[in-house]
């Protein structure tokens, strides 16, 4: 195998020639179940009601700061971030026969503009099928530049969205993927999610992470960031 062809079938050429790539089976069934009540109860009892995104799950729970920093989702890492790793913060996002949205096409960047660069990783807690709200990613199109604009619903709320879409319907993958599965994803790749059309439950924690370095100021709201792999 040459250089070339190493490279593009490694993780990191993967990663580097689409903007993501797919874990499959880092958590277990049984780890899935135990995190999905620790969630339910972090919902409960910290979330805003009816809450479909809460943040600093890491900060709360010893659990969740378990998973941020689990060697399975750590060792990908360390071969994706060779400048080393630092956990940012996470999120759960929870979708039910209630919160039905599809996630919009948005590139996470957009909220953290003039910071340094940033991946996610998106385990699902529930099998994420195109019928429950699974991600789905445009790959390469993290090589682009895309523009969001604030889009008005039907129900009066606004949402961000990727203006300038260009990318046709056949381009898009929709990760159908087990419970415990993860995606790494660029800060810089269009993404979003089917819409939660099942009728059940989907959880999904999303934890972020960043080359080490000293904290800007975007970083001061995170309580739970930590040098996972030192620069
Ligand atoms: O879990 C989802 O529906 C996608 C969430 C997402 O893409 C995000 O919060 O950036």
Redo the contacts with the bound molecule.
């Keep these: 195998m040459s250089s070339t062809q190493a490279l593009s079938s490694s993780l990191a050429g993967r990663f580097a020639r689409d903007g993501f790539v797919i874990l499959p089976d880092l958590i277990a069934p049984a780890e899935c179940d135990r995190l999905k009540a620790e969630a339910r109860r972090v919902l409960d009892t910290h979330a805003q009601p009816g809450a479909s995104?809460h943040l600093h799950m890491a900060a709360t729970s010893p659990l969740f700061r378990e998973l941020s920093e689990d060697p399975r989702v750590l060792g990908p890492l360390r071969e994706l971030m060779p400048q080393g790793v630092m956990f940012l913060s996470d999120?759960i996002?929870y979708?039910s026969a209630t919160k039905t949205f599809p996630?919009p096409w948005?590139i996470?960047c957009f909220y953290w503009r003039n910071t340094r660069p940033k991946l996610s990783v998106?385990i699902p807690l529930d099998d994420a099928t195109a019928a429950n709200?699974t991600?789905t990613v445009v790959p390469g199109s993290h090589r682009k530049d895309w523009q969001m604009v604030k889009k008005g619903l039907a129900n009066g709320e606004f949402h961000d969205e990727v203006s300038n879409a260009d990318w046709r319907e056949g381009d898009v993958v929709t990760c159908a993927i087990r419970r415990g599965t993860g995606i790494v994803f660029s800060d810089r790749l269009v993404?979003?999610?089917t819409p939660n059309a099942a009728g059940t439950d989907r959880y999904?924690i999303?934890s972020t992470y960043h080359a080490p370095a000293p904290d800007e100021p975007f970083d001061l709201d995170f309580p739970a960031r930590k040098i996972l792999v030192p620069a």
């Design positions: 995104v999120k996002v979708k996630t948005h996470d998106w709200g991600l993404h979003g999610s999904a999303i």
